[in-house]
């Protein structure tokens, strides 16, 4: 009983805590500075949470050529750089992921 309880405690401060921006900028129009900046989240989020993923190996930081996750993260952000194809970028880098975790 007690995990259900926690469960919908959390659901309804998460429901709350959402509801609550968009009711408090629901009548107001967003500042020019801020919309500029909130194009930038989703890259810092993805970046926050990938890039532990990259250097860290086993709990310690890893810069090795046997870091498979590392190089095949270094292979994804040449491609998207280069293409700017997003399909492309994820592809390349799994398959990359994968043949570096099966050779090494």
Not at 3 to 18: C, D, E, H, N, V
Request: proline share 3%.
């Amino acid at each position: 009983m007690t995990l259900w309880l926690s469960i919908l405690f959390a659901g309804a401060l998460t429901y709350t805590i959402r509801l609550s921006f968009i009711q408090l900028f629901a009548n107001r129009e967003i500042p020019a500075f801020v919309l500029k900046a909130l194009r930038f989240v989703p890259a810092a989020v993805l970046t926050a949470i990938i890039t532990p993923e990259l250097f860290i190996q086993d709990g310690d930081l890893s810069l090795h050529l046997a870091n498979g996750r590392l190089l095949a993260g270094l292979l994804a952000i040449l491609v998207a750089w280069r293409t700017r194809n997003v399909i492309l970028t994820i592809l390349v880098g799994m398959a990359a992921l994968w043949l570096l975790q099966w050779l090494i």
